[in-house]
């Protein structure tokens, strides 16, 4: 029940905000809106001010705004239709940015919850790692890897989840006002759980050198889990070999820090979609609806700190469909775009009849793509 009303809320809140994106902008640009809905389907409470009707309805799934004339002919100057094609442009965008700003906002109330964060300053070299040799200093800001910008510490953690044993990589740090360029062999690091009677040994090895073992007994350190006892689990990564500074959250680091959240989202999504593309991330390893929900209960049912997961899941989804309805699919925003940007360039519109077949096309591989999305994620279910 919980998931349900959390899952509900989560997508109530997108989609009407996505829809107020739309409507504000429309307004302040003098379009005609006959109606500002939240929710679908039948009236529960319905108010006219002026020409908009302000509606709230029984499905509590999203939400929507119409306006004069976008759908049909209208002889109103004001009809959507009938407005500069500039306009329209900048009133289809809205939604999708809402999302976006709705996800900085999230953000802008995680980080000081979060606090303190990791920076891209070093605080300590690991020892025995190859960055050591090659005389990466603490204090060194690392600004650059493998010629890609850096602006706070997921840059850093986006880029090591890339590499691999043969990797060589190559960071330019900022020391003293100076850059310097270091290259260099991405580090083994290889961690093994040793699951006992009595608690979890973690033993951590660097480039094969060990280098520390740590004892975490049952009950407030570990979770007890019979099933595991007397097996090894062993993890290994690849990474640069340094520990971060943290600082503190105050009343001005917090606006970067947000934006920079904001703007490493937007980054993942599209990396992951050049991803798709190019065949390096299949279908498969995408997530529907299906595939949100469970997500939601993971979330909600991760601790005492869920409403943290929560948070930092619902920005990551309003920032996606934000981004997602912006690409130049027929049925999306970013698709209806496209036709405006046609016809800035052709100084006429695409015939409407024309558009609506497109837009017709792309909504109903949409739904097949949803529900192709939809069954790899029952299936997965399934299969555990």
């Keep these: ?111 000081p919850l979060t606090s303190p964060f990791a920076t891209n300053v070093v605080d300590t070299v690991v020892e025995n790692s190859y960055v050591a040799d090659e005389g990466l200093q603490s204090g060194d800001e690392i600004i650059k890897i493998d010629g890609k910008r850096v602006s706070f510490y997921n840059d850093i953690s986006l880029a090591a989840s890339m590499f691999d044993k043969d990797t060589e990589t190559t960071i330019v740090v900022k020391r003293g006002g100076e850059k310097r360029t270091l290259t260099f062999k991405p580090t083994e690091d290889v961690t093994t759980y040793i699951y006992t009677e009595d608690g979890i040994e973690v033993e951590q090895s660097i480039n094969g050198i060990a280098s520390e073992t740590l004892f975490y007994a049952y009950g407030d350190e570990a979770v007890y889990d019979e099933s595991k006892v007397g097996t090894t689990e062993t993890t290994t990564r690849y990474i640069i070999g340094f520990r971060p500074t943290s600082e503190d959250v105050t009343i001005f680091n917090v606006w970067g820090e947000a934006y920079h959240q904001t703007k490493f989202v937007v980054k993942l999504v599209y990396q992951s979609l050049w991803q798709m593309i190019t065949g390096k991330v299949g279908l498969d390893q995408m ?57 800035l360039i052709r100084r006429k519109p695409v015939p409407p009849e024309k558009e609506a077949v497109v837009h017709l096309i792309g909504m109903a591989l949409l739904v097949i793509f949803v529900i192709f999305v939809s069954m790899s994620d029952i299936s997965k279910l399934i299969n555990g």
């Design 1 to 111: 029940m919980l998931t349900a009303v959390v899952t509900i809320v989560m997508f109530l809140v997108m989609v009407s905000l996505h829809e107020f994106g739309h409507y504000i902008v429309g307004k302040l640009l003098n379009f005609k809106i006959l109606e500002y809905s939240i929710g679908f389907g039948p009236k529960i409470f319905s108010k006219t001010k002026g020409e908009t009707a302000y509606s709230l309805r029984c499905i509590p799934l999203g939400g929507y705004c119409k306006f004069e004339g976008e759908e049909e002919e209208s002889g109103d100057p004001r009809a959507f239709a009938n407005q500069k094609v500039w306009k329209r442009m900048l009133v289809i965008v809205a939604g999708g940015f809402s999302n976006i700003v709705l996800g900085f906002v999230i953000f802008l109330i995680l980080v």
């Design 287 to 343: 997530s529907g609806p299906v595939g949100i929900v469970q997500q939601v209960s993971e979330s909600v049912h991760s601790g005492s700190q869920s409403y943290l997961y929560v948070l930092n899941l619902a920005a990551l989804l309003t920032i996606n469909l934000g981004l997602f309805n912006l690409l130049p699919i027929p049925a999306l925003d970013g698709g209806k775009f496209f036709f405006m940007l046609v016809e």
